[in-house]
Structure formats: structure tokens, C-alpha cells
């Protein structure tokens, strides 16, 4: 990911929307934040916001403001929800906007433990 400049000219947030504007940056962005999500280090609201931001670089400019709208409704109805339709109303929502949900291998231990591999076996049962 290449780092961008902030204008000095510009505010941060029409800076850091612009960069957005650009689906792998966003991608990368969203990469970044989930990561702190796993940690535990990530507080709901400022989840939302950064959706809310890729959603105003990637969705806003090509919907109606209607679609906009309820779009940004559906943020607000699925972030507090807990479960699995969590996680497919987010990658429905992410779609929308050209991007996908991914899984990837841990860089730290790279190892699929023994409780994760049960539930594997388990779910394929």
C-alpha cells in the first residue's frame, strides 16, 4: 500500500476520502481495522465510522441518495448484531460497494490449532 501525502491544504477527512476512493486503499484500510477488531482494541463507534467513510469514498458517489440512505441504515441495523448473519449481512453490505470479505492465514503462527480444526470437522459433518 502506498502511503499518501495529507495536503496541508486540505482537510484530513476530504484527504483521507479521496485515498479511499480507491478500492484497493479501502480494501487495505478495512484489512487494517478488522485487525484491530480481532485484538480486541476496537471500539463499535469507530468501526462504524470507518465504514461509514469507505461507504462515502466507494458507495455514496454512485447511488441515488435514497439508496444512500438505506444503505447506511442497513450499517446501523447489522454492526450491533451478534452471530454468523452478522457476517454475511456485512459481506453483503461490503459487496455493494465492489469489495469482499476475505479469510486469510495468521502471519504470526500461520498453524491452525486443534479447537479451530475440530470445528472444521465439526461443520462439514
Same mark, same amino acid.
Given at each position: 500500500m502506498k502511503y499518501a501525502k495529507v495536503p496541508t491544504s486540505d482537510s484530513? &477527512?476530504?484527504? *483521507?476520502?479521496?485515498? /479511499?476512493?480507491?478500492?484497493n486503499y479501502s480494501a487495505a484500510y478495512l484489512s487494517l481495522i478488522f485487525d484491530e477488531e480481532e485484538e480486541g482494541?476496537?471500539?463499535?463507534?469507530?468501526?462504524?465510522?470507518?465504514?461509514?467513510?469507505v461507504f462515502e469514498a466507494l458507495g455514496e458517489p454512485n447511488m441515488s441518495a435514497e439508496d444512500a440512505?438505506? &444503505?447506511?441504515? *442497513?450499517?446501523?441495523? /447489522?454492526?450491533?448484531?451478534?452471530?454468523?448473519?452478522?457476517?454475511?449481512?456485512?459481506?453483503?453490505w461490503l459487496n455493494v460497494l465492489g469489495l469482499k470479505l476475505s479469510v486469510?492465514?495468521?502471519?504470526?503462527?500461520?498453524?491452525?490449532?486443534a479447537n479451530v480444526a475440530e470445528l472444521a470437522e465439526v461443520g462439514n459433518a
Open positions: 484530513y &477527512h476530504d484527504s *483521507k476520502i479521496s485515498n /479511499l476512493k480507491d478500492p482494541d476496537l471500539e463499535m463507534g469507530i468501526m462504524r465510522q470507518v465504514l461509514r467513510d440512505k438505506l &444503505h447506511l441504515e *442497513k450499517l446501523d441495523v /447489522l454492526l450491533p448484531q451478534e452471530g454468523i448473519a452478522t457476517i454475511y449481512a456485512l459481506a453483503n486469510a492465514v495468521d502471519a504470526e503462527d500461520g498453524e491452525i490449532s
